[in-house]
């Protein structure tokens, strides 16, 4: 029998690792409450609440890895504390159990804002709202004796990614010819990861003992602005570059007087008022991955999406 990889969620990171692991032949288990996932013949999908010790323990027996994917039931810092700490320690022990390394996909949030671009030596120490739960969530990690890798990518693009600054608020437009919003300064660098480089770097992890127990930064392309990165996705889709409306810090302030995800959006919007530069050299090399480069990333992600507008999804 192949050996058994488990994927809790099936989310954009959930699914891309999923499909990337049953390519290369892999045997895999997705878990989620509803039962849902990717469907292929090397992927077993189950009903399991990640947050139940007794129904997780079932499902990672025998498992090599396990690739934590789930995330908080909100977009908010009250609901990721009460969520996320708990969860992910009966993911650890469980896990640790069974014999299993934890591969996380992780934010930038951790490094607060910064005035460099950002290898895996920036401190990692923020002490407010949503980064600072990430710093608890990654010191959890270190304390725990289960082995663990954690992958931090900047804003996705690419398949499977929706609920992104380079998703249904931004590609959709590109291919209707109509205008985009982008949060902040648009001429200013700031990195995107690609999802699938995501995937490859945390199966790349997970297979790799000499990477357990480490921070890791996902393979990703030279930062370009907003602006240079819808006139790539213009370009991959045979459209001209659209009109870009920048929103700036002070409108996501007042919308979130009366609404908490604007609220939420605005806490972080300091990631689209600098540069917001993710390097990954060091990561590249120990991993033995390279970043999809900018042409290829505005290809593969117009492509998908010109297949999720084509099917009405």
Same mark, same amino acid.
């Given at each position: 029998?192949?050996?058994?990889?488990?994927?809790?969620?099936?989310?954009?990171?959930?699914?891309?690792?999923?499909?990337?692991?049953?390519?290369?032949?892999?045997?895999?288990?997705?878990?989620?409450?509803?039962?849902?996932?990717?469907?292929?013949?090397?992927?077993?999908?189950?009903?399991?609440?990640?947050?139940?010790?007794?129904?997780?323990?079932?499902?990672?027996?025998?498992?090599?890895?396990?690739?934590?994917?789930?995330?908080?039931?909100?977009?908010?810092? =009250?609901?990721?504390? #009460?969520?996320?700490?708990?969860?992910?320690? $009966?993911?650890?022990? /469980? *896990?640790?159990? &069974? !014999? @299993?390394?934890?591969?996380?996909?992780?934010?930038?949030?951790?490094?607060?804002?910064?005035?460099?671009?950002?290898?895996?030596?920036?401190?990692?120490?923020?002490?407010?709202?949503?980064?600072?739960?990430?710093?608890?969530?990654?010191?959890?990690?270190?304390?725990?004796?289960?082995?663990?890798?954690?992958?931090?990518?900047?804003?996705?693009?690419?398949?499977?990614?929706?609920?992104?600054?380079?998703?249904?608020?931004?590609?959709?437009?590109?291919?209707?010819?109509?205008?985009?919003?982008?949060?902040?300064?648009?001429?200013?660098?700031?990195?995107?990861?690609?999802?699938?480089?995501?995937?490859?770097?945390?199966?790349?992890?997970?297979?790799?003992?000499?990477?357990?127990? =480490?921070?890791?930064? #996902?393979?990703?392309?030279?930062?370009?602005? $907003?602006?240079?990165? /819808? *006139?790539?996705? &213009? !370009? @991959?889709?045979?459209?001209?570059?659209?009109?870009?409306?920048?929103?700036?810090?002070?409108?996501?302030?007042?919308?979130?007087?009366?609404?908490?995800?604007?609220?939420?959006?605005?806490?972080?919007?300091?990631?689209?008022?600098?540069?917001?530069?993710?390097?990954?050299?060091?990561?590249?090399?120990?991993?033995?991955?390279?970043?999809?480069?900018?042409?290829?990333?505005?290809?593969?992600?117009?492509?998908?999406?010109?297949?999720?507008?084509?099917?009405?999804?």
């Amino acid at each position: 029998m192949p050996e058994l990889h488990v994927v809790t969620g099936a989310g954009p990171v959930g699914t891309t690792v999923a499909e990337q692991l049953v390519a290369a032949g892999k045997n895999v288990r997705v878990l989620t409450r509803s039962g849902s996932g990717p469907e292929h013949p090397l992927i077993e999908r189950r009903k399991v609440d990640v947050t139940r010790r007794d129904q997780l323990s079932a499902a990672v027996e025998g498992a090599v890895a396990v690739y934590h994917c789930t995330h908080g039931s909100r977009y908010a810092a =009250s609901a990721w504390w #009460a969520e996320l700490p708990a969860t992910e320690q $009966i993911v650890l022990e /469980v *896990a640790g159990r &069974a !014999g @299993a390394v934890v591969v996380f996909p992780e934010s930038l949030y951790s490094y607060g804002p910064v005035t460099a671009p950002m290898t895996e030596d920036t401190p990692r120490a923020a002490d407010f709202g949503k980064p600072a739960v990430r710093v608890a969530l990654l010191r959890a990690r270190e304390e725990s004796s289960t082995p663990t890798v954690s992958v931090a990518a900047s804003d996705f693009i690419g398949p499977h990614v929706r609920n992104s600054h380079a998703g249904e608020r931004m590609v959709p437009n590109i291919l209707a010819g109509k205008a985009v919003q982008a949060f902040g300064k648009p001429d200013l660098p700031h990195s995107f990861t690609y999802m699938p480089d995501l995937a490859a770097a945390m199966i790349a992890a997970a297979a790799n003992r000499t990477l357990w127990n =480490s921070f890791l930064h #996902a393979p990703t392309a030279p930062a370009a602005s $907003i602006r240079e990165l /819808v *006139a790539a996705l &213009a !370009g @991959a889709a045979g459209r001209p570059a659209p009109r870009i409306l920048a929103l700036p810090t002070w409108t996501l302030r007042g919308a979130g007087l009366m609404n908490e995800l604007m609220r939420e959006l605005a806490e972080m919007n300091y990631q689209f008022d600098r540069p917001f530069e993710l390097d990954s050299t060091a990561s590249e090399r120990r991993l033995g991955l390279a970043a999809t480069p900018l042409p290829d990333v505005a290809k593969g992600t117009v492509e998908w999406w010109k297949t999720v507008v084509a099917q009405g999804k």
